[in-house]
């Protein structure tokens, strides 16, 4: 069972940039960051394949970067720049095995409790 754990969310005002990080208990292929909003489903925001490529929402392009670094521990980051009200949400990250990763909720095994940002305006 790998287990993850997420840091780095809070309160940030619109225009702002949070790091978000997520760390692992061992190596998995695929790793993701998903978030979800009062009311909505969860929606993929990025994730990154082993040899490091990667994928965003239409919505995050060129303002959030997702990367891993697995030199001592597995550890996911987001960069998240140019924040909005409507990134307000708790955001998971997640992981899986396998050589296909997938932007969808139910593509994925491991999940982590999730932290919350909140961009006010």
């Known amino acids: 069972q790998v287990q993850l754990v997420e840091s780095g969310g809070g309160p940030v005002q619109t225009g702002g940039s949070l790091r978000l990080s997520c760390a692992a208990s061992e190596y998995t292929s695929c790793m993701a960051w998903f978030r979800q909003a009062p009311g909505k489903e969860r929606e993929g925001v990025a994730h990154?394949?082993?040899?490091?490529?990667?994928?965003y929402a239409d919505s995050v392009k060129g303002r959030f970067s997702i990367s891993r670094d697995n030199t001592k521990q597995e550890i996911l980051h987001l960069d998240m720049s140019d924040l909005r009200p409507d990134d307000t949400a708790t955001y998971f990250c997640?992981?899986?095995?396998?050589?296909?990763?997938?932007?969808?909720?139910?593509?994925?095994?491991?999940w982590g409790q999730g932290t919350q940002v909140t961009v006010s305006s």
């Open positions: 990154i394949n082993l040899i490091g490529a990667t994928t």
């Open positions: 997640a992981a899986k095995f396998g050589p296909h990763c997938s932007a969808t909720v139910d593509g994925y095994n491991f």
